[in-house]
């Protein structure tokens, strides 16, 4: 278990410094998906990476006053349910599953609805990557809850 | 014994590689892969859902039922991990 903080002053810095352009990298890789190359699964990856990168240089205690296991259980768990509802909601609406273009969004229509839909998607494919990458880390450290 | 299981890994080679002469080239263009939904997705996918990048159209629209299986799979390893690595607080 690492349960003190990093003894250097250095790595503290460097990485305090790093963490919010990492998650800032992430939003970018997961919002561009439509663009370039991307999307939910790297975007979640690189998420996981700023919160594990926290969790080794301060130590499980204060790291988990931060951002706590059942968070990410919890995050996880959303991700999963937003994919989840975004294949069931058009079937309420008249739609096959998955089918994005009957998403009760009013405001868009067509393509642009299915381009917004995959944003969804995504974003709920991130969370829930997110949150297991995390899990799957505290739960190798062996931490208890 | 050995000298069979030899002889039948043998055979089994054989037949893999006399298999292999009827696939078509690498990336032909007249393959049946290459013919079948392909051509679909590269001509419509701008038009069917406004997003320039073919592979998130294909991952998160044509074949969404696929990335949400993946997505399942991936939540499930992360609950297994879970419940069979993390230690419970002793009373």
């Not at chain 1, 990485?15 to 975007?43: D, K």
């Not at chain 2, 050995?2 to 298999?19: C, G, P």
């Not at chain 2, 049946?32 to 996918?45: G, K, L, W």
Request: proline share 4%; aromatic share 10%; net charge neutral.
């Amino acid at each position: 278990m690492i349960k003190q903080h990093y003894q250097s002053i250095i790595v503290q810095t460097i990485c305090s410094l790093l963490i919010p352009f990492i998650q800032l990298f992430a939003l970018y890789v997961i919002i561009h998906g439509h663009y370039g190359p991307g999307g939910g699964f790297q975007g979640g990856v690189l998420l996981a990476v700023s919160i594990i990168l926290q969790r080794l240089y301060l130590g499980n205690i204060i790291a988990h006053q931060k951002f706590s296991p059942k968070l990410a259980l919890a995050l996880g768990a959303i991700g999963m349910l937003i994919f989840g509802l975004s294949g069931i909601v058009p079937m309420i609406f008249g739609g096959a599953f998955l089918d994005y273009e009957n998403l009760p969004l009013f405001w868009v229509h067509g393509a642009e609805l299915r381009a917004l839909g995959i944003l969804i998607v995504e974003i709920g494919i991130g969370l829930a990557v997110f949150g297991t990458l995390v899990l799957i880390f505290d739960s190798l450290v062996g931490e208890r809850w | 014994m050995r000298w069979l299981n030899a002889l039948i890994m043998l055979l089994f080679v054989a037949l893999m590689l006399y298999a292999t002469v009827g696939l078509p080239d690498h990336a032909d263009p007249q393959a049946p892969a290459n013919t079948h939904v392909s051509p679909t997705y590269i001509e419509d996918s701008v038009k069917d859902t406004h997003t320039p990048n073919i592979v998130t159209a294909v991952l998160a629209d044509y074949r969404g039922y696929d990335t949400l299986g993946e997505t399942i799979v991936i939540f499930t390893a992360g609950l297994a991990c879970v419940l069979i690595l993390m230690k419970r607080k002793e009373r």
